[in-house]
C-alpha cells in the first residue's frame, strides 16, 4: 500500500518523560505516520505496563534490544519504519547501533551520544548502512529558521562578521537534581548526561542553529564550563567563543542558572549589510536591520517576495508553499517538531523507494551534525581545562578525515 502510514517504534517515554510528548504528537500530526511499538523504560516489567496503559493501542516490549531483534527477524516490509529515540544521552549509542544493524532508520534525541568515540563509531556504522538518521535538534523546524538560514546563506545581510547563538536558562539555578527530579537527576550526572552538562544539553542546539543558519563551521574555540550550583559535578554554565571558517567570530553560549530564562533560544548573525536576529520564544517573527532603513519584522508565512529585501525566486515560493496555517495563527515547538518529523518521514520513503534522501542536512539534523556537537564539545572540555586556551576542533570521520 503505497500511502500507508509510517510505523514507528519508541526508544523510551514512559513514567514522567519529558521529550516524548511532543514527539509523539509531531508523529501523528499529518496521519501519515503513527506511534506502533515501544519499549518505554529500563524496567522490563515496567516498559510493558506503561505500554498496557499507553493512550492508544501500542505494542509493548521488555526492552529495546528484544524490540529491536523482534523487528530485524520480520522482512523488511514488515519493520518498523523508523525508531525514535528519546532516552537520556547514555542510551542512545547503543539502540542507534542496534536499530542500524537491523536495517531500521533512526530518529534520535540529541546531543547524538556521550563522546566522540561513540559518535565515530555511530558515523560508520550509518554510512555503512546508508539509511536515513535524523538528530531531533528542534529549532532548525521552525518556519523562521529556515527563512533566516535563506536570508543569511543567500548573502542578503551580507558576509557573516559576528553571530551570537544562545540558550539560556534558568531551571537549574537550584540543586533540583538534590529532590529527585527526573530530568534534573541524569543530566548532572556525567555517566548518564556525557562530559558537559549545560553544553551537551542546550549548548549543543545553540552550536546547531549557528550553524544551519549560516553554513559556518566552527574552526576552533576558546571555552569556560562553569558550575555555579556548588556540588555538581559538571558545568551549568557554558561559553565558547569560535573562531569560523570565514574568519568570522562567534559566541556559542547557553545557561541553566540564569533565573527567569526559560526556553530563552536565539540568534543574532551581524553581516557587512545587515543583522538578523530571533528568538524561539517568539517565534513567529523574525527581525532585519538594514543600515539607514526601518526595522523589518517578517512573520511567519507573511512574507512578500521581491519586497526590496527579499528577491522573488524559488526558494522563497518553496517556504511559502510549505503546508502550514495562516499567519497570525501562531506556530510554535509542537509544529516545529513535526516539521522535522514530515522531512524524516518524505526522506525515509525515499530511501525505501531506493531514492536519493532530499532533507538530511536542510529539514533535519543528519548524523554528521549529532558528530559535530559532539567534536564541539570535545573541543570544549579542552580548552576550558586549559583555562579557555584556543583549541582546534578535531578531525574526525564526519570531518573526512
Ligand atoms: N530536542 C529537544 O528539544 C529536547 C528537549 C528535551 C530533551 N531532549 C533530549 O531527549 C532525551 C530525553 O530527555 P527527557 O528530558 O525526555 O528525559 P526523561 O528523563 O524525561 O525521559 C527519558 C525516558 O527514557 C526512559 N529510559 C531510560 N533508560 C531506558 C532504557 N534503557 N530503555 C527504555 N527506556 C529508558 C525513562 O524511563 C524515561 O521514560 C535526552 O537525550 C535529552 O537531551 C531533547
Known sequence: MANRPLNVGLVGGGKGAFIVHPHQRAIHFDGTRRVTAGALHADPAIAMQEAANWTFPLQGHPSYAEMIDAQ???????RLD???????????FDPAMRAIAAGIPV???KPLCLDLREANALVKAVRKAGLPFGLAHTYLGHWTTRLARYIVRNGLIGDVRWVDSYYVQGW???KL?????QQATWRTDPKLAGGSGCGGDIG???LMQLRYVTGLEVEAVSAQLETFVEGRPLDDHFTAYCRLGNGGKALVRASQVCIGHKNDLGIEVAGTKGTLRWRQEEPEQLVVHLPGQPDRVYWRAAISAGDGFLPKDKAIAALLAEPTV???????????FARLHRFFEADVRAWQAKKPLQYAGSGYATIDDGWTGMAFLAACLKSSAKKGAWTVMPAGVARGA
Open 72 to 78: 530485524s527477524k520480520l522482512p523488511a516490509e514488515q
Open 82 to 92: 523508523y525508531v525514535l529515540i528519546v532516552t537520556p544521552n547514555h542510551v542512545h
Open 107 to 109: 530518529f534520535c534525541e
Open 172 to 174: 537549574l539555578a537550584t
Open 177 to 181: 537534581e538534590a529532590t529527585g527530579q
Open 204 to 206: 549543543t542546539h545553540a
Open 326 to 336: 495562516p499567519s497570525g495563527h501562531p506556530e510554535a515547538f509542537h509544529d516545529a
